[in-house]
C-alpha cells in the first residue's frame, strides 16, 4: 500500500496508556506558538545586539575611511614614524570595516538557515546554509542551489561581493606628482644693470691693463679651451681683402681679415632641472652710444637693448627709468681690453722649411693656425668671446639674481568612485540585518549556535524505523529525500522530519 503523510493509523493502546496519554499536553496551534514566543521573548531586538553594534562599527570605520582620505586628499604623503603609510592605515580601517560585515552578515544568514524550515525544506539544504554562514565560498555554492526569490540568496550575494573589499579600497589612494617650491633660495651670477669696471693701472697712464682673471680669460679664447659658442659675446670675422704681393713672387698671396670683438647686453632664459645647468640665449643688443671720435674715447659709453628685465618684470622702449635698463661700460675697462689683446695680436711667421712655419709670439700661431692660413681665426675668436662673456658674469659683475627652487613632490590623490563599492556593501549589509531581524521576529534566535541542534530531537514520521549508514556520503543521501518543519510546542522546539 502506498504511505500518505496525510493518512492516519489505525492502532491499539492499554487502558492505562489511554489515562496516561489523557494527561499529556496536546500540540500547540499555529496562533499558540506565536502566542507563547511573544510571552517568552518580551523584545524580539534584544538577541540581536551585537550584530547591531557591528553594523554600527562598520558604519563608522567607513566615515573614518572617509575623513581620512577627505583630509588628506591633494595633500603630501603623511611622514609618520615608524614607516607607517597612509595605505597601511586604510588597509587597518578596511579590515575592522569588512570583519565586523562579514560578522553581521554571517549570523543573518545563520538564523535565516532555521528559518528556512519553518515551511519545510529538504534536510541537505541544513549543510548547505551552514556553509553560507561560515565563508564566502559557501555562500557562493548557495547562489547556484537556491532560486534569487529568497532572502537567503540576498544575503548570499551580499557576502560574496564583500570579499572584493580590499582591493577597492587599496585602489582608492592613487599617488601624483607636481612641482612645487623648496626651502632655500637659488642664484646665478649676472651683469644687470650695473657699470662693466674691469681694468688694473698699469705701468703708466693710459696703460692700464686687464686684471690677471680677465687675462687667463683672453688665453683661454686664444688657444680655444672654452668651446665656441657658449655664452658668447657678439663677435664677427667677415672675409677677404687678398691680393698678390708687392714685391714678392706672383704664386705668393697676401690676405687681411677683419675681425672685431665690441661689448653687447644678452638676455638669457636659465634653469637648473634635475641638478643640469642649461642656458638659453634669448635676445643679443649691440646699440651703444659709443663713437671712435677721440673726444669722447675717455667717456664711459652705454648699451640700451630694446627689451629689458628688472625685478621679474618686462619693460619696453621707452623706458620710463633708464637706470634700471641702461647697461654702462667704464671707459678704462675699454682701454685696458685693448691695450691686452693687441700685442697678442701681433706677431710674425717664418718658413724655414716647406710646411714648417715657426711663429712669433707664440699666440699668432692660435690667430694665422699652423699653415698661416687663417682656418681657425672665427672659432679662436667665438672662443675667446666666450670666454670673456664667463669671466664678466662670473669674476667682473659679482652681481646676482635670486630664484625661485622647484622640486617634484608626491600628493595625494584620492579616487573616489573605488569606494562605491564598499560604502554600498555596508549599506546592503545593515539592510540585509533589518530584513532578517523583522523576518525571524517570532522565532527563536538561534544563529550559528551549534546548541540548537544538541537540544533538538528530530521526528520521522515513518511507518518505518529510518536507518542510515554513518558515513557522511550516507546520511547526505538520506537527508535529500527527507523535509523538515521546525516547530514549536509547549514541551520545547523539534525538527519533524517526512520522508519524502
Known sequence: MEHNKDDYRLSYVRLNEAMETEHRPRPLSSAEQVFLQSQTHPFWGASWTLEILGCLTSILFLVAIIVVLFKFDGRPMPDWPHGITLNALISVLSTVMKATMAFVLAESLAQLKWSWFRGGNKLSDLALLDAASRGAMGALVVLFRFLPRHLVTFGCLVYVIASAVDPFTQQVIGIKTRAVHAPGLSSIQVCNASKYTDYSEGAGPGMNNVPLSTNGAIYSGLFQTEAPNSNNILASCPTAISSPGYGVPPQVQISATECALYFCVNTYEARITEGVFSETQTAVATSSNTSTSWTVLTDDFSI?????????????????????????????????????????????????????????????????????????????????????????????????????????????????????????????????????????????????????????????????????????????????????????????????????
Open 304 to 500: 640700451t637693448p630694446d627689451t629689458c628685465y628688472s625685478n621679474g618684470t618686462r619693460f619696453e622702449k621707452p623706458y620710463k627709468n633708464p637706470e634700471d635698463c641702461v647697461y654702462q661700460v667704464n671707459w678704462l675697462s675699454r682701454l685696458a681690453m685693448q691695450n691686452s689683446l693687441f700685442p697678442l695680436m701681433e706677431g710674425k711667421g717664418s718658413l724655414f722649411m716647406s710646411n714648417r712655419p715657426s711663429w712669433t709670439p707664440g699666440t699668432a700661431e692660435a690667430i694665422y693656425g699652423e699653415q698661416g692660413n687663417l682656418t681657425d681665426i672665427t672659432s679662436m675668436f667665438d672662443s675667446m668671446s666666450s670666454s670673456l662673456t664667463l669671466n664678466a658674469r662670473s669674476k667682473v659683475c659679482r652681481a646676482s639674481v635670486n630664484g625661485t627652487i622647484w622640486t617634484v613632490q608626491p600628493f595625494v590623490h584620492v579616487r573616489w568612485k573605488w569606494l562605491i563599492l564598499p560604502g554600498a556593501l555596508v549599506v546592503l549589509s545593515l539592510i540585509f540585518l533589518v530584513i532578517t531581524v523583522i523576518h525571524t521576529r517570532n522565532q527563536y534566535i538561534w544563529k550559528s549556535s551549534p546548541l540548537a541542534l544538541l537540544f533538538s530531537d528530530l521526528s520521522v514520521d515513518s511507518p518505518t524505523p529510518l536507518k542510515s549508514s554513518p558515513t557522511l556520503r550516507s546520511m547526505e543521501d538520506t537527508s535529500r529525500q527527507m523535509e523538515v518543519w521546525l516547530e514549536s510546542s509547549a514541551e520545547g522546539v523539534r525538527l519533524k522530519a517526512v520522508p519524502t
